[in-house]
């Protein structure tokens, strides 16, 4: 069965620069959640959305962007990187019975 | 604000003991997951519970709901080194529109 995919999987960028993290998810779900989770640390919402549209906002940096494409994928855009950005970024899809959200293999992003 | 809680954050144990994580939260829920999480991997879907007293097994692991005392247990039988990971639930609201994990227990299954 397909998964959530992310991508890339590891991503390594330098202070001040951008980063663009992309997901698609599973076929059929409409809404998608953005993670991240810094080491030994629980994962921290970022944002969702709901057929394109953003439904939800948590703890997300000013410097971060997300959307949802007509085609259900979604992408986040991080600008200004920190040091304090580094960590992994994770992506979920569930359908509208959200009766389970998939997690994705994830993003490592490394801010050197 | 929703608030989930895991306990204990640590959980060191033989094989072939049992144990119990605790998952409580803060306001009503409509469903709870339980997941697993390898060092540096994605996490893993292990149950979802759907209404109060919501009973799911799978091999070592059975996990159940109590929707009135908003509390959430996985239960460990016999544990075995393999379950070694962390384990996390999330709760979504009805709102739905996010899940909030709890702090995670480190489960370590010693030899």
């Known amino acids: 069965a397909a998964g959530v995919i992310q991508s890339p999987r590891h991503l390594i960028k330098e202070k001040r620069e951008t980063a663009t993290l992309k997901c698609y998810p599973i076929?059929?779900?409409?809404?998608v959640y953005w993670y991240q989770q810094g080491p030994g640390q629980d994962p921290q919402f970022l944002i969702s959305f709901y057929e394109k549209m953003q439904s939800d906002k948590g703890s997300i940096p000013d410097r971060f962007s997300a959307q949802q494409f007509s085609d259900y994928h979604s992408e986040l855009n991080m600008s200004s990187l920190e040091l304090g950005d580094s960590a992994l970024y994770f992506c979920a899809s569930s359908s509208l019975s959200r009766v389970s959200a998939f997690f994705g293999q994830g993003t490592r992003l490394t801010v050197v | 604000e929703l608030k989930v809680e895991q306990n204990p954050l640590f959980l060191s144990m033989q094989e072939g003991k049992n144990y119990t994580i605790y998952c409580n939260y803060s306001?009503?829920?409509?469903?709870l997951y339980w997941y697993r999480q390898d060092p540096g991997k994605s996490l893993e879907s292990l149950f979802v519970l759907l209404s109060n007293g919501a009973v799911k097994q799978e091999g070592r692991l059975m996990a159940s709901l109590d929707t009135k005392a908003r509390l959430s247990t996985l239960h460990i039988t016999a544990a075995v080194h393999d379950l070694s990971a962390t384990y996390f639930c999330a709760v979504i609201t009805g709102t739905a529109s996010k899940l909030t994990f709890g702090t995670g227990t480190r489960l370590q299954v010693t030899l």
């Open positions: 076929p059929r779900h409409d809404t």
């Open positions: 306001t009503t829920s409509d469903r």
